[in-house]
């Protein structure tokens, strides 16, 4: 039996509880014991954490990989090599899990996950990736259809309900996590899927035991979604919500992803933090920066009124008891890939959500959702994924990016060798 390592004298916050000097003992990946550091036993390694905070890592459910490099999004990025490369950046960001929404080419993003879950990857200091494969839009005759920007042609274009039915089933076959449809229009420029056809995707989709995740904008948009039985609202509804909405989404325990820091006005202070700068080349970070002023206070995507709707829609339904569940969309606009967490933690708590529940809901929440009951929380006979921080996100969120360690499955990430890489790659070691 390998030998068990204590990790002592931190303070731990994990879900709504937090120890002050705790110690996490972990044996073969997996918590074995944990407690104030009075209370557990010597290990044959110690490690000592005194004056740091420790938060279970992080477990995002929806995001896009593959197709982002620096601060670009584009199809042209997209391979296999960029995904295993984003998995590396989510976890050297304390990222255990990431699933990615429907953009996947080529099955690519299957065939990663499928090596990793043999034990044939052969990369270490990766997150777990989790896929929906293709997902399912409406075609616009003449234009491009209404799915992400960067992924128009690789998304399916459903005109039948039987063709919708027999993608779903090509997508079960290939075992995929989830099942991700498109139901906005674009701001009235885009063609929307027909009641018909998503109610035939969730009714196949859930056949084969498959949740489905709906992008929606408007209110009526994710009442129709609900109404046809749909588990997962890939964001709030950009127009308000009401008390119809509210009691639906209760009552047929569907989820909502918060999706919030994609609609945020983004500000430019935090493009000069080392959780940025050390990883990313300077003109990639000049690029997104003179984005960024040229928008002004506006978001990158949307307006402002529509930002402080979507504020005030999360903290009623977070106040109504509704299922919200951190999502951060990451992997194109402001979204940086492993970044795009912390932002969204940070918008989340802006928002009027305490640190303690935004940091439970990009953990204990999302991993049950994901049905991964052995990782979100810090507790006795889970993996030991979790993340050192210097200071205490409790007072200050963004403490979230600046990070000493990470740890998933009890071993260290390697932080300043994915670092030394990308800087090497980068241009940028002087």
């Known amino acids: 039996m390998s030998g068990k390592t204590v990790y002592t004298g931190a303070r731990l916050i994990s879900g709504e509880h937090v120890i002050e000097d705790a110690a996490i003992a972990v044996r073969n990946g997996v918590i074995e014991h944990i407690g104030a550091t009075s209370e557990v036993a010597p290990g044959d390694t110690l490690v000592s954490l005194a004056g ?9 459910p929806h995001g896009h990989i593959g197709y982002m490099r620096g601060t670009t999004t584009d199809a042209t990025f997209y391979s296999r090599s960029n995904v295993i490369d984003h998995l590396h950046r989510l976890a050297y960001y304390g990222v ?14 299957i065939g990663v996950r499928d090596d990793q879950r043999r034990g044939a990857l052969g990369e270490r200091d990766v997150a777990q ?9 409406a075609p616009t005759p003449g234009e491009t259809n209404g799915g992400p920007f960067f992924a128009t042609d690789v998304v399916y274009e459903a005109t039948s309900v039987k063709g919708a039915r027999e993608h779903v089933r090509r997508l079960a076959a290939k075992k995929v996590d989830a099942v991700k449809l498109w139901l906005d229009d674009r701001s009235g420029t885009k063609a929307k899927l027909p009641p018909e056809i998503f109610a035939a995707v969730i009714e196949e989709a859930h ?24 588990d997962i609202l890939a964001h709030l509804p950009r127009t308000g919500t009401d008390d119809e909405l509210i009691a639906m989404l209760k009552d047929r325990n569907v989820a909502v992803f918060t999706s919030m820091s994609i609609q945020r ?9 080392p959780a940025i700068t050390d990883v990313l080349p300077c003109d990639a970070v000049e ?24 504020e005030e829609t999360l903290v009623t339904s977070a106040e109504a008891g509704v299922r919200l ?29 305490s640190p303690l529940a935004a940091l439970r809901m990009a953990t204990e929440t999302s991993a049950e959702l994901l049905g991964l009951s052995d990782r979100g929380v810090l507790r006795e006979n889970r993996r030991a994924d979790f993340i050192v921080l210097d200071d205490d996100p409790r007072h200050d969120i963004t403490a979230t990016r600046r990070i000493t360690d990470v740890y998933l499955a009890g071993t260290r990430v390697d932080r300043d060798g994915l670092r030394a890489r990308w800087q090497e790659s980068n241009g940028k070691l002087d």
Do not use: C
């Open 129 to 137: 990736l989790l896929t929906a494969g293709s997902g399912i839009v």
């Open 325 to 353: 569940v951190f999502s951060a969309d990451s992997g194109l606009l402001a979204q940086i890939i492993g970044v795009a967490e912390h932002r969204e933690l940070e918008a989340l708590v802006a928002a009027g959500l």
């Open 96 to 109: 255990s899990t990431f699933q990615s929404l429907g953009t996947d080419r080529d099955d690519t993003e």
């Open 287 to 310: 690029g997104l920066r003179a984005t960024i002023r040229e928008r002004g206070p506006v978001p990158l995507y949307d307006t402002v009124d529509v930002y402080r709707r979507m």
């Open 265 to 273: 006005p983004p500000g430019e202070d935090w493009l000069d933090e």
């Open 207 to 230: 056949s084969h035991a498959l949740p489905v995740a709906a992008h929606i904008y408007t209110l009526d948009e994710a009442k129709a979604a609900v109404r046809a039985g749909v």
């Open 52 to 60: 740091k905070t420790v938060i279970p890592a992080i477990v995002n």
